[in-house]
Structure formats: C-alpha cells, structure tokens
C-alpha cells in the first residue's frame, strides 16, 4: 500500500497532531504553540503525529516498494547478509532474533538496518560498521539513505522544539546527535502459517534511543499502552509520521517526557497469511552523549532516578538484553 493511500485512525486516545511548518517557519506565537502541544503529548502520552515533515511521498513509496522486493528474496540470499558480530546494526536480521527485554519469544518478524554515513571528516566515522548493500537491490540502501536524511531532519528540529520545552538551549541536541548512531528500519512482519503460541509481531517493549519516527505501516497492529493500562490502537493520518519518546530521552529528563509502552500484535486469524510492513526511523545521539538526568528536572518531588552512563554503553546494554549482541 503507497505512503501517501495508508489510512489509519485516530482514535479515543486523542493523540495531538502538530504541524512542523509551524515551527520551522511560523511567526513567535506559532513555534511557542507547537512546542507546547508537542512537549505536554510528550510528558502525558509520550506519542504525537506529525504533518509537514521533510520526508517526501514519492521516497517513502519507493523504499515500500523497494523493502518488499527484498524482503520476498530467497533465505538463501537474505541470510548473506545477516554478519555476525554486528550486533544486528547493519545489514539483516532473520525471524525471531530479536525479542523484547525480559521475554524469551523471538518477534515475528525480519528487518534490514541502515545507520549512519558520515560525510565529514568527523573522527567518529571509525566507530560505526559501513552500510552493506544487496547487490540484488543496489537502489534499496540508495533509496534507503534518502530517507534516512530525510527523518534525521524532522528528527533534529523535533529535538529542538523539545529542547526549548525543557528550558534549554534551542540547538542543544544538534551537537549531540550531529553524526548520530540513528537506524533506519525497514521491517517486514511475515504471514504467520501456524499457532505462534507466545509469539507476537512485536512484543510490549519500549524504544531505546532519543525519538522514534514511524513512517505509515502497510497494516494495522501498532498499539500503544495508556495510563489506565489499556493498549490503544495508534496509527497515523495520511501524510503524517508518528513520533514517541524513547527510553534515553525519558532517562535524560528523568521521566519528565516518557516513553511509552508498545506493541505490535497479531493479526485475526483470518488475516494470519498476510504479511504487514513497517519503516520505524531510530534517531540516536553520538556514543558519547551523556545520558545524565538533566538538572532541571530534579527536585525534591522528582529525585534524580538514574545512574550516570554514555549513550553507546547504554545502547549495547539493550541491545544484549533483546537478543541482538
């Protein structure tokens, strides 16, 4: 299904939809606005739908498209990719290696990874794994890193409202996430052929980095656990990407902006042979940005909650918890 054609509901839970023209190109009062609407859905909801961000239709129908080809390719030739000891950060990732922090379940689901290409001369270049690409679908990781920029655009600017929301310096993430360990992943969550006992598309866990932005999926099944413990269904408008909290962004602000328990649940049974796809955009810092509970938001009813520790030792932290280092 094109971008631009999914169509999912909003829904009871009221998430806010904010326009970021507003705040990149709108008068004073405008940016004041937005920055409120986003960091009051970010500090009660952890989740905010997004219009008018720099991510074009025509890119994000053609890594659809692109995703799928490759996804429909033989094991034989998927699993070329898939390199042991990258932990999963670039490249494949078969069936079920990665599950969700305290279960045993694997996911139901394969994706591809596309990180960082550094285009300056940063040192950091060193530190990250080139990206691999299929020499069956060259135009997938060229299409792929078009997207990538695209999201890390919308991505900065979100940090920089969210940064004026928290009383700091409007330009306070670029530094940090300038050259960031940010991953694009195409996703593609298989038919399901037979009773998948515990397993689920994707199990109830929470994100590990900054922000998170979710282009349309081509299915339903995203859901999203309110404060009265029920789970939601959340999707997008068309033309709009879904943002969330991550848990470094909770843990930075010392759970003033939350990130929100989710998942992706199985289709009815009748829908089990038919596949659903999704493009979530993972947007890290740089490995050496502190995680440290900043101190505007500590005080006497809110005591600093965490220990101090880097993003990189926090990321490969999680990632051995979910199965992938």
């Known amino acids: 299904m094109p971008f631009n054609e999914i169509y999912i509901m909003s829904n009871a839970l009221g998430i806010p939809n904010v326009d970021l023209d507003e705040f990149i190109s709108g008068n004073v009062a405008q940016k004041e606005a937005f920055v409120k609407k986003l960091g009051d859905a970010?500090?009660?909801?952890?989740?905010?739908?997004?219009?008018?961000?720099?991510?074009?239709?025509?890119?994000?129908?053609?890594?659809?498209?692109?995703?799928?080809?490759?996804?429909?390719?033989?094991?034989?030739?998927?699993?070329?990719?898939?390199?042991?000891g990258l932990a999963g950060q670039r490249g494949y990732t078969s069936f079920g290696k990665e599950h969700a922090k305290g279960r045993e379940e694997g996911d139901l689901k394969e994706f591809w990874h596309i990180g960082q290409e550094v285009e300056d001369n940063d040192p950091i270049k060193e530190n990250y794994p080139p990206n691999i690409i299929p020499v069956e679908l060259p135009e997938f990781n060229t299409v792929g890193i078009k997207v990538y920029k695209a999201l890390e655009e919308t991505g900065k600017q979100l940090l920089r409202a969210i940064a004026i929301y928290l009383g700091l310096d409007e330009y306070y993430f670029d530094t940090k996430i300038h050259n960031g360990n940010s991953i694009l992943r195409p996703i593609h969550y298989g038919p399901i052929h037979d009773e998948p006992k515990n397993a689920v598309r994707a199990a109830e866990h929470e994100d590990i980095n900054l922000i998170t932005l979710l282009m349309g999926a081509s299915a339903e099944g995203l859901e999203i656990l309110n404060k009265n413990g029920e789970w939601i269904p959340v999707t997008a408008l068309p033309e709009q990407i879904v943002v969330n909290v991550g848990d470094m962004l909770q843990r930075l602000t010392n759970n003033k902006l939350r990130s929100s328990t989710h998942r992706v649940v199985n289709p009815p049974k009748e829908q089990w042979k038919t596949s659903r796809y999704s493009m979530p955009f993972f947007l890290h810092p740089r490995p050496e940005m502190s995680l440290d509970c900043l101190v505007s938001c500590i005080d006497a009813a809110h005591p600093k909650a965490y220990e101090p520790i880097l993003a990189g030792e926090y990321l490969m932290q999680r990632l051995r918890e979910i199965g992938l280092k």
């Open 42 to 84: 970010f500090v009660t909801i952890g989740f905010v739908a997004v219009k008018n961000h720099t991510l074009d239709d025509q890119n994000a129908n053609r890594l659809y498209d692109l995703s799928k080809k490759f996804f429909a390719l033989s094991e034989e030739i998927k699993n070329k990719y898939e390199i042991i």
